[in-house]
């Protein structure tokens, strides 16, 4: 008489999903979850299945679902590897498994938490307010001459400029005189763009006029090397018909 297999018996008290069902498994067998056996999981897995009397469709077929997922990383784990992929590039199978199994535990264990706090909380008691009106509204009428005493206007005064004098010597005397540094909003493409539709078909434009448009100094910088960078590209020519002469831009378009 052939002797029996004793396999393993795995009961668990209760599961939210199939991926609840697989964590509690792995944790039953203490297997490394970066490292599952999937074969040994995949078999457990459907037998736990197989046992349910589940009348909710709906919730057997997530069950189903996760089945088949185990299954298709099990026939990718058991297919012969190719010797010219590179063991190091080829993705594991079970990855996607893997980073699912976290996401849950980590929001499994936050539930669980909050939950605690949840307890913790409803053995707090707070009392209510039981101060009398009359008590709660009362305000003490004070006296300055009281509160004053022998302190005279000079005395005050002193306390006045010691306090002033202690704050300006906080004060460094260089950074103070920083101003704020501010990101000016002009850049060097919409500046090519503007000067060349506004000298697009002209001819003898004075440099000192696209110039005098521009008051401050970084809109004369930027206006020059968008006037530098439309040479390179062929769209402006700049000559100069004398030493000190104006400089005058012609458009090639």
Do not use: C, W
């Amino acid at each position: 008489m052939a002797g029996k297999t004793n396999k393993p018996e795995i009961v668990l008290e209760s599961y939210e999903g199939p991926l609840d069902l697989l964590l509690q498994l792995i944790e039953k067998n203490k297997f490394n979850i970066f490292d599952i056996p999937i074969v040994e999981i995949t078999r457990q897995y459907l037998e736990f299945i197989q046992q349910m009397d589940e009348e909710d469709i709906d919730v057997m077929s997530d069950f189903l679902v996760m089945a088949a997922t185990l299954i298709s990383i099990k026939a990718k784990m058991l297919l012969p590897k190719e010797e010219e992929t590179d063991e190091e590039d080829e993705e594991d199978p079970r990855a996607e498994l893997v980073k699912s199994l976290l996401e849950y535990k980590m929001y499994k264990y936050a539930a669980l938490e909050l939950k605690d706090m949840e307890l913790d909380a409803k053995g707090a008691f707070y009392k209510g307010e039981s101060i009398p009106k009359e008590v709660s509204s009362f305000k003490e009428e004070v006296d300055p001459a009281e509160v004053v005493g022998d302190t005279t206007l000079q005395m005050l005064n002193e306390i006045f400029q010691t306090l002033l004098r202690r704050e300006s010597d906080r004060v460094d005397p260089v950074r103070s005189k920083f101003g704020t540094i501010t990101r000016d909003e002009i850049r060097l493409e919409d500046r090519m763009v503007e000067i060349r539709d506004e000298v697009k078909g002209l001819r003898s434009i004075n440099f000192k006029t696209l110039l005098s448009k521009r008051h401050d100094k970084i809109n004369m910088i930027m206006t020059f090397l968008a006037i530098l960078e439309l040479m390179k590209t062929g769209v402006l020519t700049v000559r100069q018909d004398g030493m000190f002469a104006d400089i005058i831009i012609d458009s090639l378009e």
